[in-house]
């Protein structure tokens, strides 16, 4: 088992380009959910989706879409990329928020927007 | 509004000299706390998932343990390769699995 993957791990865009963010899981997992990390701010959540079809609305939003067309599969992109969202961005997926729910996170995409 | 308190921000340690992270939290109703160990340029690993106050969980020179307000992680002579960030993390019932994280506490062991 992979467990999370995550393309690309390095990305450099220059203000306005539009880039999509893959993340990939083999557990056979429900839920999954995008996260950035920035220093001092800890881990805040973006989007998630609780299964294929479904997505919704983290603690910050803005500036992302996401979709969740396969189960295995939640891609995050940013349509119109500002110097705001250069981040390290971390996909996780777990098995539902029922028993033993931890979650499994990706290794991360460094996004650096000029 | 959940949040999750955790310090110090930084600890270094000698090898083999204990000691204890603080995690303080409020949340509307604890579904679960979680720890997690990150390395630099890494995702987070899981280590423990504690549900009620009073429990307690260890995995090799770590003990987690909890109240109902706040979580320590207890670290027991520690190695040089104990090194990493260490994050808390809570959920509230209902909240469809999201977590709320702390920022972390970056500890660093010496030899």
């Known amino acids: 088992n992979a467990g999370v993957t995550q393309t690309p791990k390095f990305r450099v865009l220059k203000t306005g380009q539009s880039m999509t963010l893959l993340c990939a899981q083999d557990m056979n997992h429900e839920y999954m959910y995008w996260y950035r990390q920035d220093p001092g701010m800890g881990l805040r959540l973006i989007h998630y989706s609780v299964g294929e079809g479904t997505t919704a609305k983290g603690e910050v939003p803005d500036g992302y879409n996401v979709s969740r067309l396969k189960k295995q599969n939640f891609l995050l992109g940013l349509e119109s990329a500002a110097p705001s969202q250069t981040s390290v961005y971390f996909c996780?997926?777990?098995?539902?928020?029922?028993?033993?729910?931890?979650?499994?996170f990706g290794p991360g995409t460094r996004l650096t927007v000029l | 509004e959940d949040q999750v308190t955790q310090s110090p921000e930084a600890l270094r340690l000698q090898e083999g000299e204990s000691s204890s992270l603080n995690c303080s939290y409020t949340?509307?109703?604890?579904?679960?706390l979680f720890w997690y160990r990150q390395d630099p340029g890494k995702g987070p690993e899981f280590l423990f998932t504690?549900?009620?106050a009073g429990e307690e969980k260890e995995k090799e020179r770590l003990k987690a343990t909890l109240t109902k307000k706040e979580s320590f992680l207890h670290i027991t002579a520690p190695k040089p390769e104990d090194s990493a960030t260490y994050l808390c993390?809570?959920?509230?019932?209902?909240?469809?699995?999201?977590?709320?994280f702390g920022k972390g506490t970056k500890l660093s062991v010496k030899p």
């Open positions: 504690l549900y009620s």
């Open positions: 993390a809570v959920q509230a019932w209902g909240s469809q699995g999201n977590l709320i």
């Open positions: 949340v509307s109703g604890l579904r679960g």
């Open positions: 996780a997926s777990t098995e539902t928020d029922a028993g033993n729910n931890e979650q499994f």
